[in-house]
């Protein structure tokens, strides 16, 4: 094997996604505006800005000595996630709730006070409590509001009823460490770590359209012709991918930087996460090889390269989160799932690389991309000669 | 004849439903200009594309400077330069860049990369243009460079598969005064071209193939003579009834 052979293809390889205007969108330009866009719209740009949700309040507490309700408003104000707006009547509410003016809706029934005041004459008895129901209206067209909004509700009522337990024999204290602990986090963080496995999806079409083109114009041929072997093309095409995997990671991880996503992590954590990326990137090149092997032209290439893009972009990046608990298991199926599992687990679950869990994703994702290179190369190398 | 650079024998390559190649036997002497003429479909390509080991034969074998082109390959590989048919290059590098990849390929050493690269676009009328994204290129420019890549490492054995198909008259007389040039220095050449007036203007000894089969071998004027016609362009119709631009 030859290294001149090596480094000549891989510069001419790093050349043209450089030179071609639709290679270089494809590869850098789309993912860095991809994370901006998804930065600008659910995180805080420049800094981790606190995110805030609107939440209308409507009183209907008949309330008594306790004034529980308002201990409510008031924790629940005090958790700075939420901006709290009274309303007098729930019609006006649900009317600002239609148009976007609040992500959620607050009921306090009338007997909400009686309730925690039953609770608190016999906490242990529940048959002597006065069951109250508190309605929550979501803004259904808000993705984080369905699923934010909730858990801090729930945990300001129980945060409400063990403040009043409490306060019969001492002086209370809100408990909301947990609460402070949410709004540090914005919706950008918590899909953040799905964007280092998006961008370097994108290298399946890449290699796809790359190996079908020359194939079109005869480079291959002319390649095949010249004293290189297999072996020194195969290697200069994975080292180029994988260069350009790494080159991706750096622009996004400084994009989502810029954005706000400050990972609290070692040097050694962020440099296991690159490797993570660039051993995803084996399963790329393989697929847009399978990809090349059934293409008859470029253009074909380009639009068959979805069948693998869209399950690994689906199932096992920051979308899958928002699936279903079927699709999710269909997302064990594909690499990208366990990337973006261990930079989770990495970047947001402040796990250690050396983890059992990180470290199993790891070999899970360094077994199937090498599988899947391999397949791409045999399959590839049946049909057509490399 | 003298030793023989390229040597042909029994060659056959069936493809599906067609017979590209039937027994072709022939020898090429070193120094040689040799010219495979025939129609389209006629043969040519594969007959080069198995010298270049591309392609398997059917049956038969080829030989190129002592080396079989089946079971040493690699070696064939490193003594050929190939013009293929197509203008094969690289449209996102200059032409200076197409050459030097290709150098590198061939793991010519830098210097003697750099010298023969410029050597070579001064020759061929592009060094103005070396720096130049070949994407920016005319035809006759794409093609001109797609010889010289052909030509980068100094091969002792060319293969030029119809070098000058789609030029213009300037670019073609610069092409054939190179190709003269490089038989000059000793080079052997086999040229296939269905462009007879080309083959009588630069071959010292021209094989013309139909239907995969080899139907007339020896100089121009041998050829003529023996065919007792004007030029290559009669033979032809005399021995196959048709011109050499139909399909076959």
């Given at each position: 094997m030859k290294l001149q052979r090596i480094s000549a293809l891989t510069e001419k390889e790093l050349k043209k996604t450089i030179r071609e205007p639709a290679v270089l969108f494809m590869i850098f330009i789309f993912p860095i505006i991809f994370v901006f866009a998804f930065g600008a719209s659910f995180g805080g740009v420049g800094s981790s800005q606190t995110v805030t949700y609107n939440v209308g309040v409507v009183n209907m507490d008949g309330a008594n000595s306790l004034n529980a309700s308002q201990i409510l408003i008031t924790t629940l104000s005090n958790t700075k996630i939420l901006n709290i707006h009274v309303y007098s009547n729930d019609q006006t509410a649900r009317n600002d709730l239609s148009q976007g003016i609040v992500q959620a809706v607050m009921i306090i029934p009338t007997d909400f006070s009686q309730s925690l005041a039953s609770y608190q004459a016999a906490p242990n008895d529940p048959s002597e409590w006065t069951n109250a129901t508190v309605s929550l209206y979501l803004d259904q067209g808000s993705l984080v509001a369905t699923q934010a909004i909730p858990p801090i509700i729930q945990q300001a009522l129980m945060s409400v009823a063990g403040h009043s337990q409490q306060s019969i024999q001492s002086p209370f204290s809100v408990q909301t460490a947990s609460l402070v602990e949410v709004e540090t986090r914005s919706a950008f963080d918590l899909i953040a770590p799905g964007m280092f496995t998006f961008a370097s999806i994108f290298l399946i079409m890449m290699v796809a359209q790359s190996f079908t083109q020359d194939r079109e114009n005869g480079m291959m041929k002319r390649i095949r012709i010249s004293p290189t072997t297999s072996t020194e093309f195969i290697t200069s095409q994975v080292v180029s991918y994988m260069c350009i995997a790494l080159i991706q990671a750096v622009l996004v991880f400084g994009m989502t930087y810029a954005l706000g996503f400050r990972p609290d992590i070692g040097l050694s954590s962020y440099l296991f996460a690159f490797v993570l990326v660039l051993i995803f990137s084996l399963s790329n090149v393989g697929f847009g090889l399978i990809t090349a092997t059934i293409s008859k032209s470029a253009s074909a290439a380009t639009g068959l390269s979805f069948l693998f893009v869209m399950p690994q972009l689906f199932l096992g990046t920051f979308v899958g989160a928002s699936l279903s608990s079927s699709a999710q298991v269909a997302g064990r199926f594909v690499p990208s799932f366990y990337v973006t599992n261990a930079l989770t687990s990495l970047f947001l679950r402040g796990a250690a690389f050396t983890s059992p869990s990180i470290l199993l994703d790891l070999a899970v994702v360094s077994v199937s991309c090498v599988a899947i290179l391999a397949v791409g190369i045999v399959l590839y190398s049946k049909r057509y000669k490399i | 004849m003298t030793e023989s650079t390229v040597k042909i024998q029994g060659l056959s390559k069936n493809f599906e439903d067609k017979?590209?190649?039937?027994n072709l036997s022939l020898e090429v002497a070193k120094g040689e200009l040799f010219g495979l003429l025939g129609p389209n479909g006629a043969g040519k390509t594969t007959t080069i594309n198995i010298l270049c080991g591309l392609v398997k034969p059917t049956s038969g074998s080829a030989q190129v400077c002592g080396y079989d082109v089946q079971k040493e390959t690699q070696k064939v590989k490193e003594l050929i330069g190939v013009c293929p048919q197509e203008t094969a290059i690289y449209p996102y590098l200059s032409g200076a860049e197409n050459l030097e990849l290709f150098g590198n390929l061939h793991g010519m050493n830098r210097k003697v990369l750099k010298e023969r690269s410029d050597m070579l676009l001064t020759k061929l009328g592009l060094k103005a243009d070396a720096k130049r994204l070949t994407s920016k290129y005319s035809g006759g420019m794409k093609r001109r460079l797609s010889l010289t890549l052909a030509l980068i490492h100094n091969p002792q054995v060319l293969f030029l598969d119809e070098p000058t198909v789609a030029m213009d008259p300037q670019s073609r007389h610069a092409v054939w005064d190179f190709i003269r040039d490089e038989k000059n220095h000793d080079k052997t050449v086999i040229l296939t071209t269905h462009y007879m007036e080309e083959a009588e203007e630069l071959c010292d000894r021209i094989g013309i193939i139909d239907q995969g089969k080899l139907i007339a071998l020896g100089t121009p004027k041998e050829l003529i003579a023996k065919g007792q016609v004007k030029n290559l362009e009669e033979l032809f119709i005399k021995l196959t009834g048709r011109t050499m631009r139909e399909e076959s």
């Open positions: - | 017979t590209a190649l039937d």
